[in-house]
C-alpha cells in the first residue's frame, strides 16, 4: 500500500489528502503546508505526548498529579514507551511551569517539560 488517505489536521480546513510515500507525490491538499504535513504524517509520523505526572511528599505518597507535556513532537511509535517512562516518575512540590520533568526522553532529543505551576 503505497497510497495513503491521510486526513491534514495542520489547520480546520481538514483537507483529505491522499499520499504517495513512495514517489514523494500528495494530491488534496489546499495548500503547501498540508503537502509537507501529509509526507512527515506518512514517512516519519510524530505526536506531542501530554499526560500527567505524580507529585509526592516526603514519604512518596501521592498527593495530586501534575500536567505535562512533550516540549516537541516525537516519534509515533515511542509514544507507548515514553508514556511508561513518564508514569514512573515522581516529583516533589515546587514545581515551575516549563520545568523538565524527564530529560531528552528516550533519547529523542525532547524533554518532557511540566506545563503547570504546583506551588508549595
Ligand atoms: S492542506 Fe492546507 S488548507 Fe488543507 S487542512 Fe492542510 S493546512 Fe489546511
Request: proline fraction near 7%.
Amino acid at each position: 500500500m503505497s497510497v495513503q488517505q491521510i486526513t491534514c489536521i495542520v489547520c480546520p480546513r481538514g483537507c483529505a489528502l491522499e499520499v504517495d510515500a513512495r514517489t514523494g507525490t500528495v494530491t488534496g491538499n489546499s495548500c503547501k503546508r498540508g503537502a509537507e504535513y501529509g509526507i512527515a504524517e506518512a514517512t516519519r509520523p510524530t505526536r506531542t505526548l501530554t499526560t500527567t505526572v505524580r507529585v509526592v511528599d516526603d514519604k512518596g505518597e501521592t498527593l495530586e498529579v501534575a500536567p505535562v507535556r512533550t516540549a516537541a513532537p516525537i516519534p509515533k511509535g515511542v509514544i507507548f514507551d515514553a508514556m511508561k517512562v513518564v508514569n514512573a516518575v515522581r516529583v516533589v512540590k515546587p514545581i515551575k511551569r516549563g520545568d523538565v520533568i524527564v530529560p531528552n526522553i528516550l533519547n529523542t532529543g525532547v524533554d518532557v517539560v511540566a506545563t503547570r505551576d504546583i506551588p508549595r
